[in-house]
């Protein structure tokens, strides 16, 4: 069954500081990889898409890494800012299908 | 502003009753789908479309109906509703299914008692 496991289930970080969120999965064939963040009552808003022959993309302070061969991928964000809190969403697309496969999420929050 | 427009945002219904939520983009984008987001669960795909006409059932489409008669609007229908199907619901678009970014709309959060 495809999965997607993410981790830590939530966070908090003090405002500017630097931090990393985990994404493991398990679907297959693979596709696509995506970022997405979701403020409380909104929906989702894409952050990075990265496909199989891409191993990091950048979105301001937002910076996504892809290692295919283990099925990991990790977001870190820079100096972050109150507004970064949110859940951020893991998402992973198999080749050859219209599905996605969504992570839980990580909650973000980020303190004075 | 272009994007996914859904309505309504807030709805209250009883046990049984049908009705239909709405969605429509200004992108002219061919890909449209639908998703319920449960706490403590990821995003799950209920009904997708690939173009007017043309639609196909995800990965919990019972209690569900969809249709797309043209390429901007794709309505969900709750054909009678039960508790089990409150939920927050989004409706996203995007260019092309498989490698584009998605547009999500701000959701409706429907609760059935």
């Known amino acids: 069954k495809n999965q997607v496991e993410q981790s830590p289930q939530s966070l908090i970080i003090l405002e500017g500081k630097n931090c990393t969120l985990q994404?493991?999965?398990?679907?297959?064939?693979?596709?696509?990889l995506r970022w997405y963040k979701q403020d409380t009552g909104r929906g989702p808003v894409s952050l990075t898409i990265?496909?199989?022959?891409?191993n990091t993309k950048s979105n301001g302070r937002y910076t996504a890494t892809l290692d295919a061969d283990t099925k990991q991928s990790s977001l870190h964000i820079t100096a972050s800012q109150l507004s970064d809190s949110a859940s951020y969403i893991c998402v992973v697309g198999g080749a050859g299908s219209y599905q996605l496969t969504f992570g839980k999420g990580t909650k973000l929050s980020v303190i004075p | 502003n272009a994007g996914v427009t859904q309505t309504p945002k807030f709805q209250v219904l009883k046990t049984g009753q049908s009705m239909t939520l709405q969605c429509a983009q200004d992108m002219n984008h061919e890909y449209m789908s639908w998703y319920r987001q449960d706490p403590g669960m990821g995003l799950r795909l209920i009904h997708y479309s690939v173009g007017a006409g043309i639609t196909d059932q995800g990965e919990v489409p019972n209690g569900y109906n969809v249709s797309r008669s043209t390429t901007e609007d794709f309505p969900l229908r709750l054909l009678s509703a039960a508790p089990s199907q409150t939920s927050v619901y989004f409706c996203?678009?995007?260019?092309?299914?498989?490698?584009?970014?998605?547009?999500f709309g701000s959701g409706t959060r429907l609760t059935v008692v």
């Open positions: 990265m496909t199989f022959s891409e």
């Open positions: 994404c493991n999965y398990t679907v297959s064939p693979f596709s696509n």
């Open positions: 996203a678009s995007s260019q092309g299914a498989r490698s584009y970014g998605y547009t």
